[in-house]
């Protein structure tokens, strides 16, 4: 029913930024809150940053807090995740995802639809 590619991974050094994007299909995905999670080697994924249907609520990892910022642009059916600062501790695998609901949430478990992921890689 919903398809998400996310893009915009790469290797960037410490300090650099960069930005992610979540291209849906399917059909729109404006009524639906979206997040983003990542998952490094050996660890569990975690949550990263939500946003709520409307775009009018965020919540983010503390961890990530004042670096990162999500975002949407429902025109073009698509959500962001700009990410400034990166730390060498933000590598993994960058996933989004969006729920049937609006509401955002920060447990994984509650999300619906999820891309392959991108990539990021953060040398110090």
């Known amino acids: 029913q919903v398809q998400l590619v996310e893009s915009g991974g790469g290797l960037v050094q410490a300090g650099d930024s960069l930005r992610l994007s979540c291209a849906a299909s399917g059909r729109t995905i404006s009524r639906n809150a979206v997040g983003w999670f990542r998952q490094a080697p050996g660890k569990e994924r975690e949550f990263v940053a939500s946003?709520?249907?409307?775009?009018?609520?965020?919540i983010y990892a503390d961890l990530v807090k004042g670096r990162f910022t999500i975002s949407r642009d429902n025109g073009k059916n698509t959500a962001y995740l700009q990410m400034n600062s990166l730390k060498p501790e933000d590598t993994a695998v960058y996933y989004c995802?969006?729920?049937?609901?609006?509401?955002?949430?920060?447990?994984?478990?509650?999300?619906?639809?999820w891309g392959q992921g991108t990539q990021v890689t953060v040398s110090s």
């Open positions: 946003i709520s249907g409307s775009g009018g609520s965020t």
């Open positions: 995802a969006a729920r049937e609901g609006g509401l955002f949430h920060s447990s994984p478990t509650r999300y619906d639809y």
